[in-house]
């Protein structure tokens, strides 16, 4: 599937991760990225602010085919490779508009969506909590988790949140600042298993979504994942 389709469907796009992470697991991080050194940050772990790159580049590998009962079957029995996507930098490639955030298991990573940016991404997430802010005309994107894979309780989302605003405070967002959150827990915007894009929409407004995928029920008739889609923030 190209990128041009994802643009045109997210939802059907991030289901191709959803096998991917039926195997090994994987990060969405291309094969080199810009960053700022790290700085400590005063709630956990480090502030990582990464740069944009210009040209990236999305294949398919490791394909099944198509996505069907028998390919499930054969994938989930180590007969067949499942499907997955990598990224990478493509020189004179065609999406400079594409940005996709780094996570780190135990610092706040985030990324201006400057004016060139039109589709952000950043997964998988696993109990992370994913942040957008808007302030003084600049949109900044926030991804935090702890050591231990995040979690789901009160103490530890409010950690997450004061990573996310004492990394935005680098770059001179108040930590008053209308912070919008996507978090892991019980009445929050996703369990399990989750990822978060976002698309520039007309008038210059930004809409974040996040795709949660629940794991198989053993108890079920069909051992499956479920997978539901949200919107979380507009701004």
């Known amino acids: 599937m190209s990128f041009q389709s994802f643009i045109n469907n997210p939802k059907a796009y991030v289901k191709v991760h ?3 992470l039926q195997g090994a697991g994987a ?12 700085v400590v940050n005063p709630a956990h772990g480090n502030s990582i602010q990464f ?3 210009a040209n990236v580049q999305m294949a398919l590998s490791q394909s099944v085919g198509a996505k069907n009962f028998a ?3 054969l994938g989930r029995a180590g007969v067949m490779n499942k499907r997955g996507i990598t990224y990478v930098p493509a020189v004179g490639g065609a999406f400079p508009n594409l940005r996709i955030l780094p996570w780190s298991g135990t610092d706040v990573t985030f990324m ?5 940016a039109d589709f952000a991404l950043t997964g998988p997430l696993t109990g992370c909590t994913v942040s957008v802010v808007r302030h003084a005309g600049n949109l900044w994107f926030f991804h935090a988790n702890v050591a231990g894979g995040g979690g789901m309780g009160p103490a530890n989302r409010a950690t997450k949140r004061s990573m996310i605003r004492h990394a935005g405070s ?6 008053t600042a209308n912070y919008f959150f996507c978090e ?3 009445q929050h915007q996703y369990e399990g298993l989750g990822f978060v894009w976002g698309r520039l929409r007309a008038g210059g407004v930004w809409k974040f979504y996040v795709h949660e995928i629940q794991p198989p029920n053993p108890g079920a008739l069909l051992n499956t994942n479920t997978t539901s889609d949200g919107k979380w923030a507009q701004l």
């Open 18 to 20: 959803e096998m991917q």
């Open 27 to 38: 990060n969405l991080v291309p094969a080199s990225v810009t960053r700022a050194a790290p």
């Open 51 to 53: 740069t944009h790159i």
């Open 71 to 73: 390919a499930m079957a």
């Open 112 to 116: 201006q969506l400057d004016g060139g």
């Open 170 to 175: 680098l770059v001179g967002v108040p930590q």
């Open 184 to 186: 892991y827990g019980p």
